[in-house]
């Protein structure tokens, strides 16, 4: 069964604290993706990847940076967390199907 | 400019009737389309999709819909269930686009007892 996990479903944290989200698949996929999901705005992409060590940026990179060292993991970065930050965050990944397959989010609040 | 448009935010529907979700999409690139479903606190499910070849996908009580030709596709539902009560959202691919999908804003449904 498909597998995306995330380290965790919720966190705060304080403005200009470095962040780390870490996802996980366990399904050997080549694409791994962030997204964040705010109302109203539906999913924006954030960063993706298509192999180790590769990455692009989505339509919203600014405040973020990515690593991906292995194949099953996939990190989202905030350098200097700030309040407009706050959000959901998605990771999925997807193989040559493009079927994105999704972790269950984590929640990130910035005071 | 929104590329994939769900023009519902919302949508309210009796439980055993017909639930029909529509998405239009600006790009005669888009060669994929996906329909995914997503409850409160938790990531998208995947739920059904159709290849631009085709103009019906069936799964169980879940049909996708395409009209290329309108640039139009529509989910529908039959019978609803309360536990059907989300938000879903529409997605397409361009062939040769790193394979990035291309997200609407979703539709919440309501399926009322």
């Known amino acids: 069964d498909v597998k995306v996990t995330q380290s965790s479903r919720y966190l705060v944290k304080r403005t200009g604290e470095k962040v780390f989200l870490e996802c996980v698949q366990d399904?050997?996929?080549?694409?791994m993706f962030w997204y964040r999901q705010d109302p109203g705005l539906g999913l924006r992409l954030i960063y993706f990847s298509y192999d180790v060590k590769m990455k692009e940026k989505g339509d919203i990179p600014e405040g973020y940076s990515v690593s991906r060292e292995k194949k099953e993991r996939f990190s989202l970065i905030l350098e200097s967390a700030s309040t407009n930050q706050t959000s959901m965050y998605l990771c999925?990944?997807?193989?040559?199907?493009?079927?994105?397959?999704f972790g269950p989010g984590t929640r990130l609040t910035v005071l | 400019d929104q590329q994939v448009k769900q023009n519902s935010p919302s949508l309210s529907v009796q439980e055993g009737r017909i639930s029909i979700l529509n998405c239009d999409y600006t790009n005669s690139m888009f060669d994929y389309f996906l329909w995914y479903k997503k409850y409160p606190a938790e990531g998208p499910t995947f739920l059904i999709s159709i290849s631009s070849i085709k103009d019906k996908n069936e799964d169980g009580r879940f049909t996708v819909f395409l009209n290329k030709s309108a640039k139009h596709l529509s989910l529908h539902i039959v019978p609803s269930q309360p536990g059907d009560s989300a938000v879903y959202f529409c997605?397409?691919?361009?062939?040769?686009?790193?394979?990035?999908?291309?997200w609407g804003l979703g539709t919440s449904l309501a399926v009322n007892p």
């Open positions: 997605a397409a691919i361009r062939a040769g686009n790193n394979r990035k999908l291309i």
């Open positions: 999925a990944s997807s193989s040559a199907t493009d079927t994105q397959y």
């Open positions: 399904m050997d996929h080549e694409n």
